[in-house]
């Protein structure tokens, strides 16, 4: 069994740290907003950062797919979203960087409502090889 | 007789070699700028189309944009959206598959240039020096001709379908769409300066000026995106049934 490294993770700041970083996010933001935006299913103002188990890396439109298992199972018990291919491809992204039984650290803004899926912000393989979504 | 066939056969036959021999006109040589290559958005706060309080909508288009439920932006509604290109994957339409963050191509010929987009391997032609059609099909990228005024590639496109969006914020228009464009290198970027009319949805005519810079890695990502996707999309990540079969 394993636990997640850190817990749900909120971030506060004063009016004008979060405006400069509110900005940041929609110029830095835009390609994973390319056929939705996020807000409207995931809580953007919370970053959750785990350590699991891959157990699928879908390759696919309109988003690459990562399910994890935070327990090191075999099953997904967390679905969590990418930009499109060809945004992530842009950042060193590949179809074949992780794999099913992978552990990883990745970082995700959580679903609403305790939905068990999330938004990628980053990963770091199990080499230490860190990317952004 | 015979004396004199040989004697105008003989005499057709230097004619033709002197025209031969005479130097021919050297073709012109082209002297519009190279707008080939791959560009990718240069993004900005807000997306890339002008802020709607500058857009002079008509009450009918005021009133269908608010009707409308985008996937995107401040009202959005993901689960429930109107966007055509979401709701039934239709292609994105023009010019709205421009403002993807994704590259497209541009490749100039003597006759046309073809704009090839990444996202989903959609594209369209731009005929050079021929008249616009007066009464074009309606189809998802319009009709498209060119001419170069100077450094500028002028566009005028006509025969837009118009269930499409503009934009991701479901900006309308009517299919008496049309819309001028000047394309034209800045530097190493290249500029669509677009002017949109269309009495329908505007009360007068808007122009917004997009910004691409060359792609280094101009390779194309296939980015194909079918209705099976979105739904099995919805249906993993948001719980949607979904009434027709699909590849999961």
């Known amino acids: ?133 | 007789m015979i004396r004199y066939a040989l004697a105008v056969s003989t005499a057709v036959a230097l004619l033709a070699t002197a025209a031969c021999s005479k130097p021919a006109a050297a073709p012109a040589t082209p002297t519009h700028p190279n707008l080939s290559g791959s560009w990718l958005p240069i993004a900005r706060a807000g997306g890339l189309m002008p802020p709607l309080n500058e857009i002079p909508l008509t009450p009918w288009a005021a009133a269908k944009f608010k009707a409308e439920r985008p996937a995107q932006g401040e009202n959005q509604d993901f689960a429930n959206t109107t966007d055509p290109s979401l709701k039934y994957a239709d292609p994105n339409g023009y010019p709205r598959i421009s403002l993807h963050p994704m590259r497209f191509k541009l490749i100039q010929t003597d006759d046309y240039v073809y704009q090839l987009w990444e996202y989903n391997q959609n594209w369209r032609q731009i005929a050079l020096n021929v008249p616009q059609d007066p009464d074009p099909a309606l189809t998802w990228y319009g009709n498209a001709v060119g001419k170069w005024e100077g450094d500028t590639l002028v566009v005028d496109s006509v025969g837009y379908k118009d269930s499409t969006w503009l934009d991701a914020r479901g900006l309308p228009h009517t299919q008496d769409l049309h819309l001028v464009e000047r394309i034209h290198r800045m530097g190493a970027n290249l500029a669509f300066d677009i002017t949109f009319e269309d009495p329908g949805a505007f009360t007068k005519p808007w122009t917004a000026h997009l910004m691409y810079k060359p792609s280094e890695d101009g390779s194309m990502t296939e980015n194909i995106y079918t209705i099976s996707d979105e739904l099995r999309f919805r249906e993993r990540f948001l719980n949607q049934k979904v009434n027709i079969p699909i590849r999961r």
């Open chain 1, 1 to 133: 069994m394993r636990s997640p490294i850190s817990r749900t993770f909120v971030i506060s700041w004063d009016l004008g740290f979060g405006i400069w970083v509110l900005g940041f996010a929609l110029l830095t933001s835009t390609p994973a907003l390319a056929h939705h935006g996020a807000a409207s299913i995931y809580d953007m103002s919370k970053e959750t950062t785990i350590k699991a188990t891959v157990t699928e890396f879908v390759w696919t439109n309109p988003h690459v797919e990562l399910g994890i298992s935070p327990s090191g199972g075999a099953t997904t018990e967390l679905l969590l979203e990418l930009g499109s291919p060809p945004n992530i491809r842009n950042r060193g992204w590949t179809s074949r960087v992780v794999k099913a039984g992978d552990v990883v650290t990745v970082t995700f803004h959580p679903g609403l409502h305790g939905a068990k899926i999330g938004i990628v912000v980053k990963m770091i393989t199990a080499d230490g090889k860190e990317l952004h979504a």
